[in-house]
Nanobody
Framework: QVQLVESGGGSVQAGGSLRLSCVVS????????MSWYRQTPGKQRELVAV???????NYVESVKGRFTITRDNAENRVYLQMSSLKPEDTAVYYC?????????WGKGTLVTVSS
């Protein structure tokens, strides 16, 4: 069973920064892409960023240049560094990985950006 635990959310003013962290329970972490999603009430969960096992990254257009996803394969951790935060970044952020066709999610961490 794969378990993911996020941390690092909180409240910040617009223009501020936060770093989210996700620790994954499984050693096979190093072979799987890791992603961060976010969701606000009444909306679908949105893919924010993804990092492949080799370190290739991709981002949703709205966060390019502001967010950076990285992974530490030795620590089974993935990070999301968020800078120049905007009120529209307010959401619950979820860590995700897909192992042999099955999606695994953390419980999420809330990020609130005030104007």
């Amino acid at each position: 069973q794969v378990q993911l635990v996020e941390s690092g959310g909180g409240s910040v003013q617009a223009g501020g920064s936060l770093r989210l962290s996700c620790v994954v329970s499984r050693s096979a972490f190093r072979f799987n892409a890791m992603s961060w999603y976010r969701q606000t009430p009444g909306k679908q969960r949105e893919l924010v960023a993804v990092v492949t096992p080799g370190g290739t990254t991709n981002y949703v257009e709205s966060v390019k240049g502001r967010f950076t996803i990285t992974r530490d394969n030795a620590e089974n951790r993935v990070y999301l560094q968020m800078s120049s935060l905007k009120p529209e970044d307010t959401a619950v952020y979820y860590c995700n990985t897909n192992v042999r066709g099955m999606d695994y999610w953390g419980k999420g961490t809330l990020v609130t950006v005030s104007s």
